[in-house]
């Protein structure tokens, strides 16, 4: 959940890493700093807070040098100040390290170290990283040691790597190396960024995408050394590993909010087309079916599945929520869905036609990653439906889907989530016309499909009326979303949404469920936004609305019905055009998007990136 950034090449480091490091502060952003190799020294500079507190700070006390790596934090051990930012060195001065992950052994390593005469000045884990490196490359703390080489510190880092446990991904510079930048990877993801005399390392490519598209994803067990004339790769037993090289398709401006106030709303916004990308090529109307070929699955492979588990966290597994109603419904498999730090461990059930699927925005959710090695340690066949090309999760599966929905920068997912909703639905279209589903239900579910990037569209440019309802609400302390069958799955996600950014206490559930308990909190203060969609369940919703009315609860009403009732019920009403049933959770769900949107920009909160929070969680 840190970014980490590394430059090595012929301009000044600096400008270049504080560049990369506003590019990944929407992956952790409690404090950042900076180290550039100058001739036989390291000069470091730390701040907590953003990036802009650092870009204060280089002001006043700038840096130089060509050879540098920068950290953006997302705290795990150790509260967010200067001395716990990274870059960490160790005894000498003459190594600094930024990590992403954790040091699950860093307790027993910091104690052996500190009985040889290591002393620490941090409480976080990553500092013992650094200490190592250096016990590996200069002996004893206190030892006279001569300048290193090339070789003798990427030996220590390889030795070093081979110590840690848990998740880690890290750059390292030494002054005694000054052209050389080393990296590392277990569990968090690192990738090379392959430029023109000059090299590059980073969490993501987000960091370095404006420079170079030319990229090299890091596997497990693997480290690289940069120079400034190329890289090597290898394990960390040191054997020279080769790597292909991949041409990133988006460019830098992708990145960027283009135009918009914030990330969120430009990708909220963005969702008629990142739909479209989610299904496009994907859709066969002459023949009545998807076409998935990622999976590597043969239509009799697909004939023999008897059980789907999904694995997600937070929004992804509400996407698998939508996903068991959607396949059940068209391909009649039976359908489980876990949350992955759950599946990970309870010992799961795995049958030989068992598929699993784990659906991840940034394809390195560790809890997630953990469940998909569960699954695979288990003889599950397992798929991956992740967003970010080249991830970890998506390299571990033996197959699966990407979602096409581009770099999604707002911490809380939306273009995402319904650019998973999308594949859940060619996944049921694909699977039933394998087994049951009927030519001419296949081809209703591909025209509903292909029409909804434009009803979607059509809704956004309305978007000034929820805002308008939404702002009536800014004051809210507690708020439920309800929903049934499989809009249940898009109140919570509505609910997860409201919560995550504007910070109200927001809960979603099925909509019958108030009567056994949470009714009890409704008051006239309290607020219920209630998914009501024309169709044989529309009465029992009314009547849900109808018991939270008795008791004065505010209720906002999301519907495609012109049922007479609700406007006698509900205190607002945000009308969605009618669609068919298997992709109203895909426009449902865009209304509570730009609802909690609307509220929390009225509350004043960050949205791009809420309090507590970070974009990918690597850390259990
Ligand atoms: C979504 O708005 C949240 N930021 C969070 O719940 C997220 O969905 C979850 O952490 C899973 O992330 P992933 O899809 O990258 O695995």
């Not at 036989?40 to 130089?64: C, M, N, S, T, V």
């Not at 510190?153 to 991904?169: D, R």
């Not at 598209?213 to 890091?218: A, D, G, N, P, S």
């Not at 830098?252 to 990142?274: N, S, V, W």
Request: glycine share 8%; charged share 20%.
């Amino acid at each position: 959940m840190c970014g980490i950034i590394g430059y090595l090449g012929g301009e000044e480091a600096c400008p270049i890493l504080i560049e990369g490091l506003k590019r990944l502060e929407y992956r952790g952003y409690d404090s950042a700093g900076i180290a550039t190799v100058v001739p036989g020294a390291i000069a470091i500079r730390k701040r907590p807070g953003k990036i802009a507190a650092l870009e204060a700070l280089l002001r006043e006390q700038p840096i130089h040098g060509t050879t540098g790596i920068a950290h953006t934090r997302w705290a795990t051990h150790g509260p967010a100040n200067e001395v716990n930012a990274h870059p960490h060195t160790g005894m000498t001065g003459r190594i600094a390290i930024v990590h992403n992950g954790i040091i699950e052994n860093y307790a027993t390593l910091r104690t052996h170290l500190e009985r040889e005469g290591h002393v620490f000045h941090t409480e976080t884990d990553s500092e013992v990283i650094a200490h190592l490196i250096e016990r590996h490359l200069y002996g004893p703390a206190g030892a006279a040691a001569p300048p290193c080489t090339l070789a003798q510190l990427e030996a220590a880092v390889s030795q070093t790597a081979k110590m840690l446990e848990g998740t880690f991904g890290i750059a390292v510079v030494c002054a005694d190396v000054p052209d050389a930048l080393i990296g590392a990877r277990k569990g968090s993801p690192l990738v090379l960024g392959v430029g023109n005399n000059e090299m590059f390392l980073a969490s993501d490519v987000n960091a370095f995408v404006l420079y170079t598209r030319q990229v090299i994803y890091l596997d497990d067990n693997e480290m690289v050394t940069l120079r400034r004339d190329g890289y090597q790769t290898s394990t960390f037993e040191r054997r020279p590993v080769t790597k292909d090289i991949q041409q990133i398709s988006w460019d830098a401006d992708e990145i960027g909010r283009g135009g918009y106030p914030h990330f969120m709303l430009k990708e909220i916004c963005e969702q008629p087309e990142t739909i479209r990308n989610a299904f496009r090529g994907r859709l066969l109307p002459d023949h009545a079916t998807a076409k998935l070929g990622g999976l590597h699955l043969s239509n009799r492979d697909i004939l023999l599945i008897d059980r789907i588990v999904i694995v997600a966290c937070g929004t992804a597994l509400h996407a698998g929520m939508v996903g068991k109603y959607v396949i059940e419904e068209l391909a009649r498999i039976p359908v489980e869905v876990d949350y992955a730090s759950e599946f990970r461990y309870r010992n799961p059930i795995i049958r030989p036609n068992t598929l699993v699927l784990a659906i991840s925005q940034s394809g390195e959710t560790a809890d997630t990653l953990a469940a998909v090695r569960e699954a695979r340690q288990k003889g599950a066949t397992v798929m991956g439906i992740c967003n970010v090309v080249g991830s970890t999760i998506a390299r571990e599966c033996e197959g699966g889907v990407y979602v096409h929905a581009g770099p999604e920068i707002g911490v809380a997912s939306t273009k995402a989530f319904t650019s998973q909703l999308t594949v859940m639905v060619l996944l049921a279209l694909y699977f039933g016309r394998v087994r049951d589903l009927s030519r001419a239900t296949a081809l209703d579910v591909i025209n509903a499909l292909q029409g909804l990037p434009e009803v979607i569209k059509e809704f956004l440019a309305q978007r000034e009326t929820v805002r308008q309802i939404a702002e009536r609400y800014v004051h809210t302390q507690h708020a439920f979303f309800i929903g049934r069958t499989e809009l249940y799955p898009v109140a919570l996600e509505g609910a997860l949404k409201l919560k995550e950014i504007s910070y109200i206490d927001a809960n979603g559930y099925p909509a019958a469920e108030m009567k056994h308990g949470p009714i009890a909190l409704v008051d006239e203060q309290h607020l219920t936004v209630a998914l009501v969609p024309e169709g044989e369940l529309i009465e029992k919703m009314l009547s849900n609305v109808q018991e939270i009315r008795a008791r004065h609860g505010r209720i906002v009403a999301v519907t495609d019905s012109d049922h007479p009732k609700l406007p006698q019920l509900c205190d607002d009403i945000i009308r969605v055009p009618r669609v068919h049933p298997i992709v109203r959770p895909i426009l449902m769900v865009v209304p509570l998007q730009l609802f909690a949107y609307y509220i929390a920009v009225a509350r004043g909160c960050d949205v791009d990136q809420p309090r507590n929070l970070a974009k990918s969680v690597t850390v259990e």
